[in-house]
């Protein structure tokens, strides 16, 4: 089998894009499903990559209800059923007192974030405060399965609401192998939730929603705010990206909709097609997203080069160079031409035929060439059949219903501002990126982003629910960090940290003792983690000083710490 950590790079960017939701094509969506199922061995699942092979997590369950809310008419028809919710931990570092450190796996097989037991957050919080570090699986991913299968009926139980009330009825109700004659269930035992992303919302609501179980919560790039159009996840690219690129992208994007979108070039879509390799598909808005991919991979950009994706920095060379990178591609010179011509650039061949060619050779190489049978087979969105497919093994079904019944954020080029030129095409819109929800669940409406969204949203706050975000993350604008909010004082009790540089829930992974290194992780990274650490370990002092009866009630932090020691200049 592939060692884990070659195939979490392997997958990366299909994940990344899946939790977007950026419009996969059908095949697209088939391999993350084929991903998710690779990263499921048989048996109880070991880490021996790079570690300590006999550093083992054994696979754990719980017998959780399927249905926890049976006076809510969302979830009829109720049940009465159970089902297995996994979990792995680690009590190398545990002591008496010391609390429970749970990282919400979010949307993917908890197998995927076993590594933040043996370095990363829960490796670190665990060791500074003596507690149990557990990863702890969300309801329908991995092997923690409600339902026979996932067609539309049986998914009516994946929601936020009742994937946290699984998460509080684990805190409640847990026996730790080996530490069954200790009680470490809540609210006995500070139990101390982190997620990022998608979970990293799903823990800040975690918090405010069930304060008397869960002492407090890290939400790192944490999404509070369900956006339906979520067009703003480019800004961090084009407000943070390298300036030639982001200059190059936009006008050769308006090169594409001045033909694709303007019925008066409607001749030249053809040829703009075959130019770029791609004029066996049939649909313009999926030849658009095909094209569209070179931008989004900043999200996959991390500070460890072992997780860094480097396909946003590949494609940004690519289509900034004023070489020609591709020599391949000049036979299309002339062709380049008149399609920059009729697309509105004429004054600018110049400047821009040799990035267009380096574009159409980027496409070629990370697009084209990858697909082996019909162009509309590897590319379009459009597959009723394939939609109507809904086993047990059809995992790209999952976060994407939860996309479609509630979340929101289809990333789209028609919602920017039409004072602004997009880095993707206007074709991808809502009505495009939302093809899935009407053939897959039949969903034809907006996603309920107020159920979501009533819970705070961009304004969340609670007492001991920290605030952690990148400063170039694509996912800041749905942040409480987002530009334009005004800033918060970052106190213990409620920190509020932006990581300098920072992209998604960079916070969240870290190195073993032996692969540190002057400025690795960076001064921003490491800073933000030992603010983490310190403030955490706050809380739990004031939790045991609550329960002595020397502190205060149970939503403030009841101990007087020094947010300078504790914070740092953060």
């Known amino acids: 089998m592939m060692g884990l950590g070659r195939l979490l790079a392997a997958t990366a960017c299909l994940a990344q894009l899946a939790s977007a939701f950026a419009p996969l094509s059908v095949r697209d969506l088939r391999l993350s499903s084929e991903s998710d199922l690779a990263l499921e061995p048989e048996g109880d699942f070991t880490i ?18 399927v249905d926890h809310f049976h006076n809510d008419t969302k979830y009829e028809p109720h049940t009465n059923d159970t089902f297995d919710l996994r979990y792995w931990f680690d009590a190398t570092y545990y002591k008496k007192g010391g609390p429970v450190i749970v990282l919400a796996a979010g949307e993917t097989s908890g197998v995927g974030r076993l ?27 991995g092997k923690s399965l409600p ?23 684990f805190a409640k109700n847990v026996k730790f192998a080996g530490l069954e004659h200790l009680d470490l269930t809540a609210p006995n035992t500070p139990y101390i939730a982190y997620g990022g992303s998608y979970a990293g919302a799903f823990v800040a609501f975690l918090r405010k929603l069930y304060p008397d179980v869960y002492w407090g919560a890290i939400s790192s790039s944490g999404v509070t705010e369900a956006i339906y159009d979520y067009w703003q996840y480019y800004e961090a690219a084009r407000i943070y990206g ?120 980027y496409v070629n190489v990370t697009q084209v060439q990858s697909c082996d049978e019909d162009q509309n087979a590897c ?25 479609c019944d509630q979340w929101g ?7 920017v501002p039409h004072n602004q030129l997009p880095l993707i095409s206007r074709a991808i ?105 310190n403030f955490v370990q706050a809380w739990v002092q004031d939790f045991k000083k609550e329960k002595s009866g020397h502190g205060g009630h149970g939503h403030e932090s009841a101990g007087v710490h020094d947010e300078q020691q504790v914070l740092g200049d953060l």
């Open 48 to 65: 021996q990559e790079s570690t300590d092979p006999t550093l083992l997590y054994p696979a754990r369950t719980i017998k959780v209800p």
């Open 115 to 141: 590594q933040f037991l043996q370095k990363g957050i829960v490796y670190q919080l665990a060791k500074a405060t003596g507690g149990v570090g557990v990863i702890l699986e969300h309801r329908y991913y």
């Open 147 to 169: 339902t026979s299968d996932f067609s539309t009926k049986n998914l009516r139980f994946l929601t936020t609401d009742q994937a946290l009330a699984d998460t509080v009825y």
């Open 242 to 361: 390298p300036k030639d690129c982001v200059t190059a992208t936009q006008k050769l994007t308006h090169v594409v909709d001045n033909i694709i979108l303007n019925k008066a070039n409607a001749k030249y879509v053809q040829k703009l097609k075959e130019t770029f390799g791609l004029g066996n598909l049939t649909h313009t808005d999926d030849f658009a997203n095909a094209i569209s991919y070179g931008i989004a991979g900043l999200q996959s950009t991390n500070w460890d080069p072992a997780l860094n994706d480097t396909s946003y920095g590949e494609y940004c060379n690519n289509v900034s160079s004023n070489a020609l990178l591709y020599p391949e591609t000049a036979r299309l010179e002339k062709d380049v031409q008149e399609l920059l011509t009729v697309g509105g650039y004429g004054k600018e061949v110049k400047t821009l035929t040799n990035q267009f060619l380096n574009y159409i050779g």
């Open 379 to 403: 590319f379009t969105s459009y597959d009723s059949e394939f939609y109507k497919k809904d086993d047990l093994k059809q995992t790209w079904r999952l976060w994407l219903y939860q996309v």
């Open 409 to 415: 954020f289809l990333q789209t080029g028609s919602g």
């Open 429 to 533: 819109d809502v009505n495009y990126t939302s093809i899935a929800c009407r053939e897959a669940f039949n969903i034809n409406k907006p996603s309920d982003v107020e159920s979501i969204n009533k819970y705070g949203g961009l304004g969340i706050s609670y007492p001991r629910l920290a605030i952690i975000d990148g400063e170039k993350d694509p996912w800041r604008a749905a942040t409480p960090h987002a530009i334009g909010l005004k800033d918060r004082k970052s106190t213990i009790s409620e920190p509020f940290i932006l990581i300098k540089d920072g992209v998604h829930h960079w916070d969240e992974n870290g190195l073993f003792p032996n692969e540190t290194a002057p400025n690795f992780p960076p001064k921003p990274v490491e800073e933000a983690q030992r603010a983490i650490k």
